[in-house]
């Protein structure tokens, strides 16, 4: 089942971890409460299981999964372990966890079997297609060379890359986040017609990330108000 339109992601990476990586998770929780929305959070492996178990309304994401199953495979990712401490969603082939197709493809049939949605990152529209027609459930469509740097998408490739999507899978949810560091990049995200955008950098090393969520948050409801007005 996929998530509810739209919807955050907030992507702490590797920035954060212990109380402070929690506090900022139960934060989360406490809005997608308040505005009634699906956040997903996602953390390093061995914080997943703590903050699960304190948060309510979060869906809970790894930053990786492998396509095994609980056996051989030292240092591997298993996905019913994951499931097991309560993650119900997963990165993968991240600019910064690159992995083969053959991997995908194993890791994607691995989330179906599981019930854990397969987040999909893209780099460019022909992975994308192609990520849609294996059936992810959301692709990520960045561009590698703009993550992390603050530099967004142009409209034009996310109105190209959200209509490629939808045409090759429209079931595939597309979330459009390169680059995304302020409440405008995510109003502009949304209002141009993608199901959901988040951040890392633009989140963690904002002066307050607290108020800079609940600004995000905002600006993604009142951007997806406004562009169902609008048509």
């Not at 097991?84 to 997963?90: D, E, P, S």
């Not at 490739?157 to 939808?166: L, S």
């Not at 090393?205 to 993604?220: G, R, S, W």
Request: hydrophobic content about 35%.
């Amino acid at each position: 089942m996929g998530l509810r339109v739209p919807y955050l992601v907030i992507n702490p990476k590797s920035y954060l971890y212990g109380e402070e990586l929690l506090d900022l998770a139960k934060f989360a929780d406490q809005k997608a409460k308040e505005y009634d929305v699906d956040i997903l959070f996602t953390a390093p492996y061995v914080e997943l299981k703590t903050i699960a178990e304190n948060t309510k309304y979060l869906t809970i994401t790894a930053q990786h999964m492998d396509g095994i199953s609980p056996g051989r495979g030292m240092g591997r990712i298993v996905g019913e372990m994951l499931y097991n401490v309560g993650v119900r969603a997963t990165f993968l082939n991240h600019v910064e966890h690159k992995i083969t197709d053959e991997e995908l493809e194993q890791s994607m049939a691995k989330c179906k079997e599981l019930g854990i949605q397969s987040v999909v990152c893209a780099n460019g529209i022909n992975d994308a297609k192609k990520a849609a027609r294996l059936g992810a459930d959301i692709i990520i469509c960045e561009p590698d060379e703009l993550v992390g740097t603050g530099q967004t998408s142009s409209d034009e490739y996310m109105i190209e890359t959200n209509k490629a999507v939808k045409e090759a899978n429209p079931n595939t949810q597309v979330l459009q986040a390169a680059g995304v560091s302020t409440a405008e990049d995510v109003y502009r995200a949304i209002y141009l017609g993608a199901d959901s955008t988040g951040g890392t950098s633009g989140i963690i090393k904002a002066k307050d990330p607290k108020q800079t969520v609940d600004d995000m948050l905002q600006a993604m409801l009142k951007a997806y108000k406004d562009r169902e007005n609008k048509k």
